[in-house]
């Protein structure tokens, strides 16, 4: 789809110049929920903040014909949706390693490390949560941002992506959607009735209560006792490297993954026996509380190799759902992750 809002460009070196003064602050009022937007459209934390500042750019552009005939926001929208279709044109989809094949054995070899752009990516929960939003329209958020449902609208053409979120998860009218998408009604209705096909057919972004946007209520439930006891046993199992205790908190159908590489396993006694075995360099780790993608998270550091501190191993996701820890996901790209969590860089 062509651009709806950004002008032709002759000439590159006007990027920023002649921003209007007062647009500056009403952009970075949006930037927030327009990068959540994004995340979910591209499933990259990065490439969704190229996004956004792309969507700026073209607004700072594009301002002097834009002359208030449609709200901010909805402009706003209209071209970051654009833009991720501009960015989505042509690339394979992001996944997690359990779309990409098996199941493995705990005894496997953990495979060549595939490239950055295969991976559905984290993000912290507060840099897409909107600001003034309400504590329901927070919980929905966060469970709409989780690692299953997004990697499952991967599945889905662009457009398709598009209605889906900004019916199912921003609880966009139809009309809103039509005239954003320069559509109709119909067309609208037809390409989200295929898009819940799809997911229901392929048994993509389940969510425990059939809404199609993500929510699996018990685990979005907010940090009670129980909920906190979990994760305290949780830490203390893992920094015990108490393998006994640390699987009895896991789901019989758990899974455990690590990207970039492509080994992911299921059950607590396969993640048993790979900490003990390939994962035993991870015995003495210290565990540092982070959110990500609506769920408990830590930055995970491992003992130095010189003997002195600990050095940044991976950020930890974990899923949970009634009351135990049905996935952990370890991403390993420290160098780039860490600083986006505000991680520090080894603990000494």
């Known amino acids: 789809?062509?651009?709806?809002?950004?002008?032709?460009e002759t000439n590159e070196t006007t990027e920023t110049t002649n921003i209007p003064s007062e647009l500056e602050p009403r952009l970075a009022e949006h930037r927030a929920e327009l990068r959540g937007y994004c995340y979910r459209m591209l499933g990259s934390s990065f490439e969704a903040e190229d996004a956004v500042q792309e969507t700026f750019v073209r607004a700072w552009r594009g301002f002097d014909r834009f002359e208030g005939r449609s709200a901010l926001?909805?402009?706003?929208?209209?071209?970051?949706?654009?833009?991720?279709?501009?960015?989505?044109?042509?690339?394979?989809?992001?996944?997690?390693?359990?779309?990409l094949g098996p199941v493995s054995s705990f005894d496997a070899p953990v495979g060549t490390t595939l490239p950055e752009e295969t991976w559905i990516e984290p993000i912290p929960d507060g840099s897409v949560e909107p600001i003034g939003a309400d504590p329901a329209e927070l919980a929905i958020n966060r469970e709409s941002i989780r690692l299953a449902f997004v990697a499952a609208l991967q599945h889905l053409p662009p457009k398709q992506r598009a209605v889906l979120i900004l019916r199912e998860v921003l609880r966009w009218k139809a009309d809103e959607v039509a005239e954003l998408l320069g559509g109709t009604v119909a067309s609208v209705n037809s390409a989200l009735q295929r898009a819940r096909a799809t997911l229901a057919e392929s048994d993509l972004g389940s969510s425990g209560d059939g809404d199609g946007d993500g929510s699996s209520g018990a685990s979005s439930a907010a940090m009670d006792e129980t909920h906190e006891a979990l994760l305290a046993r949780y830490v203390e199992a893992f920094e015990r490297f108490d393998i006994e205790s640390l699987v009895a908190l896991l789901h019989e159908d758990a899974t455990h993954t690590m990207p970039p590489f492509p080994l992911w396993l299921q059950g607590p006694s396969d993640i048993g026996q790979w900490m003990l075995g390939p994962g035993i360099d991870c015995r003495g780790s210290r565990l540092v509380p982070a959110a990500a993608n609506g769920c408990p998270a830590f930055g995970q550091y491992r003992p130095?190799?010189?003997?002195?501190?600990?050095?940044?191993?991976?950020?930890?996701?974990?899923?949970?759902?009634?009351?135990?820890?049905?996935?952990?996901?370890?991403?390993?790209d420290t160098e780039r992750l860490f600083p986006l969590f505000g991680l520090p860089p080894r603990l000494d």
Request: charged content about 20%; some cysteine.
């Open 304 to 332: 130095a190799a010189s003997g002195e501190g600990h050095e940044p191993w991976s950020l930890q996701v974990l899923d949970i759902t009634d009351g135990q820890i049905t996935g952990i996901t370890y991403f390993l």
């Open 1 to 8: 789809m062509a651009d709806l809002a950004a002008p032709t």
């Open 73 to 99: 926001r909805s402009w706003l929208y209209r071209i970051a949706t654009n833009v991720c279709f501009d960015m989505l044109n042509g690339r394979q989809r992001r996944a997690r390693p359990m779309d």
